[in-house]
């Protein structure tokens, strides 16, 4: 794979070759942890420019997701049950992801003298946005004694390189307390949308992760119930750690890949490797989206250059608050994180031409989602058209939302194939609904049109490759609209579907 990896930082085709041959591989359940050690030692040779190139570059859509999200911990031991909530309708009202780290929610409804589902279902009540559970295990929410629900820190307020926790006191379980509540198991995962697993156990990481069994677990019951996965792993040498990780989390079927930097990243080279985990990790990953947990300052805006998606950030007392965007000698428990992470990531973003999700963003996505819909089937990931997924892991997660739920007055692949009699259509946005919208109606001839032109030659050369006679239109609505016999407004969002409309006698999907 190394001429592929080195072609794809300048050829476009050589990308989508390489990530074909990749997600095909991870289908047939035949990527080999050669294959992982073919990709890492490429991307290796390459010079620490290049790196950040090559991973930006599989950020692109069809490769990856090119969207930045912000993911928010706001629970904590430390915090009453009412506190917990309006912190959790917060992070709803801005529209990020909600991170749960279960324990925490199993010591606020042990104080409250509650079950610790009640807790859960009181965030799915009060929120509507994708809700992430993590330290979950065989029985449910983990448990661990007060040295660790309130650890201060001193791993990441020390900095790397980590050996070992400073007061050796990871990684202690409260088992017969979990056993307590293991009936309330399913209904954990079913409330979540997406769920955690870690692999660091298989890194040399023992005193930091559960058993990897019981990781194989909770991914099992993820899948069974639809749910999004998310393998977390630590960079650690930058090599051989990077390779097993990767290797457990391909073994457990994960969707997203969630990388741990700051002193869990002990490589002579950190930047480099840390450019390099995030650019392998974009290659590799099945579902598109690449996330990290924990990384200093320096390693979050590497990794935002090198095709990084999600940062995950905290509240105040909640140990995501201070394990990303900051740096040795200022990362401590009592770090508000999110107004640092938000900065650090507006600032990157700026330089790349590309946004950070918020609430309307996911709405839209929802809204794209619920069009997706034919035959009493989505059309989304993990659904593909030939070896690439329809859509990216965010889409999982937002269709196992609240926000999913609220009514929906647009239409569908259903109501359009009513709609639609025509040979001959146009479609004004190259996207996913573009694709839904070619492989459902199977039109004759499918006359499309983007303003990207990556975006519209992606879709037509995908589309082509798969039996659908596509046909570029150069970014011209118009071409589109004198070629076909009708022509669809793909975007769901408001403001640009109304311009096409008032400029173009087309069908708007809103």
Same mark, same amino acid.
């Given at each position: ?12 085709? !050589? #990308? ?126 983990m448990r661990f004694p007060k040295e660790i629900t309130h650890c201060m820190g001193d791993c990441y307020y020390n900095g790397p390189p980590y050996k070992g926790c400073p007061r050796d006191r990871i990684h202690k379980r409260l088992i017969t307390k979990e056993r307590e509540h293991f009936e309330e198991f399913s209904d954990w995962i079913n409330l979540s949308s997406t769920v955690c697993v870690n692999v660091v156990e298989e890194q040399g990481g023992g005193d930091h992760g559960a058993d990897i069994s019981e990781m194989e677990n909770v991914s099992k ?45 002990? !490589? ?37 250059? !090198? ?89 999982? !997660? ?39 919208? #070619? ?32 046909? #570029? ?38």
């Open positions: 794979m190394k001429e592929l990896i080195k072609s794809s930082l300048n050829d476009f085709d !050589s #990308a989508m070759e390489l990530r074909e041959i990749v997600v095909k591989k991870i289908n047939d359940k035949k990527l080999t942890e050669s294959d992982i050690i073919d990709i890492v030692d490429s991307v290796d040779d390459l010079s620490f420019e290049e790196i950040q190139k090559l991973g930006s570059n599989f950020r692109k859509f069809p490769l990856g997701c090119d969207l930045l999200e912000i993911g928010v911990g706001p629970c904590s031991s430390s915090l009453n049950l009412s506190q917990f909530i309006e912190n959790c309708i917060l992070t709803d009202a801005m529209g990020y992801p909600i991170h749960l780290c279960t324990y925490a929610l199993a010591d606020i409804a042990e104080k409250e003298g509650i079950n610790p589902i009640e807790v859960m279902k009181q965030v799915h009540e009060n929120v509507e946005v994708p809700l992430d559970i993590d330290h979950f295990g065989r029985f449910g929410p019951a993820a899948q069974k119930y639809g749910k999004g996965i998310e393998g977390i792993f630590h960079i650690g040498d930058g090599y051989d750690d990077l390779i097993s990780g990767l290797r457990a989390c391909s073994e457990l079927n994960v969707d997203a890949l969630v990388i741990e930097g700051g002193p869990f990243n002990r !490589s002579k080279n950190k930047l480099k490797d840390f450019a390099k985990a995030v650019a392998v990790s974009r290659i590799l990953v099945k579902g598109g989206v690449v996330a990290t947990n924990g990384a200093y300052e320096d390693e979050c805006r590497v990794g935002l250059r !090198s095709g990084l998606n999600v940062i995950l950030s905290g509240f105040s007392g909640n140990h995501h608050g201070y394990m990303c965007g900051y740096s040795p000698k200022e990362a401590r428990r009592n770090n508000f994180g999110l107004p640092r992470v938000l900065k650090i990531m507006k600032e990157e973003a700026s330089n790349m031409g590309i946004c950070i999700a918020n609430r309307e963003l996911l709405k839209i996505l929802v809204k794209s989602s619920r069009f997706l819909n034919y035959n009493g089937k989505h059309m989304i990931y993990p659904e593909m058209i030939g070896n690439y997924f329809m859509g990216d892991a965010h889409w999982v !997660s937002v269709s196992n939302s609240k926000m999913y739920n609220a009514p929906y007055f647009g239409k569908t692949l259903d109501s359009l194939s009513e709609e639609l009699d025509s040979k001959k259509i146009g479609v004004l946005g190259a996207r996913y609904i573009s694709w839904g919208i #070619a492989s459902a109606l199977n039109p004759e001839e499918l006359y499309v049109s983007d303003v990207d032109p990556l975006v519209e030659y992606a879709t037509v050369k995908i589309l082509n490759d798969n039996g659908i006679n596509a046909y #570029a239109c150069s970014g011209s609505d118009r071409k589109a609209l004198e070629q076909a016999d009708k022509s669809i407004i793909t975007t769901m969002i408001p403001e640009i579907a109304l311009r096409i409309k008032n400029k173009f006698n087309a069908i708007s999907l809103i």
